[in-house]
């Protein structure tokens, strides 16, 4: 029997926040989080996960970066405005949540320290399964970006990777899904250090 904290594709969904234009350009290590958050997405698709994202005032903040947009396009992906920092400050995302109604939630997003550790600490109140790939958010500075990481491990979110949330929804090789997964490893660029 599967543990109840452990990733599963049929209660598993996909969150994006605000990986928009005027943002990235000043995050720590910018293409290495941009490249897990897409090969999280690409993952997504391979394994039916619905995917929603935010974008933070975007006549101010500019839209999501092309890349990031193309692959939420890919996934049919809801895209929700918001000026609250947490996501779940705004009525028609949290409708979305409710709809998709999965338990688990794989996050992406900038930056960590503001909207992803806001959205991860109300979701946790909401009683969600929150899952923080380290590698596919960030923030300005290192230490906001560590503290985050480490404030939401301690609220209950558990701190884990791209490829390993993607290997444990993937659950076993000789499948369809591991082939599917394969091809999106083989494509991305390999993990930074």
């Keep these: 029997m599967m543990r109840a904290d452990r990733l599963d594709a049929d209660r598993a969904m996909v969150l994006v926040i605000d990986i928009q234009e005027k ?67 705004v009525e028609p995302f949290r409708a979305a949540l409710r709809e998709i109604d999965r338990p688990q939630v794989l996050m992406t997003g900038i930056e960590s320290h503001v909207c992803v550790q806001q959205t991860a600490l109300d979701l946790l109140s909401m009683d969600y399964q929150v899952f923080v790939c380290a590698d596919a958010v960030g923030s300005r500075g290192r230490v906001d970006y560590e503290r985050a990481l480490l404030r939401m491990q301690h609220a209950g979110a558990a701190i884990t990777t791209v ?20 091809e999106v490893i083989k494509s991305s660029a390999p993990p930074a250090d």
């Design 23 to 89: 943002l990235l350009p000043f995050i720590r290590r910018k293409e290495q989080m941009l490249e897990a958050a897409k090969k999280l997405l690409d993952g997504a698709r391979v394994f039916g996960l619905p995917v929603v994202a935010t974008e933070q005032y975007p006549k101010g903040i500019g839209p999501t970066v092309p890349l990031i947009k193309r692959c939420l396009e890919a996934n049919g992906a809801g895209v929700y405005e918001k000026v609250t920092f947490s996501s779940c400050g």
């Design 163 to 182: 490829e390993s949330a993607l290997f444990e929804l993937c659950e076993r090789s000789g499948t369809d899904r591991f082939r599917g997964l394969l």
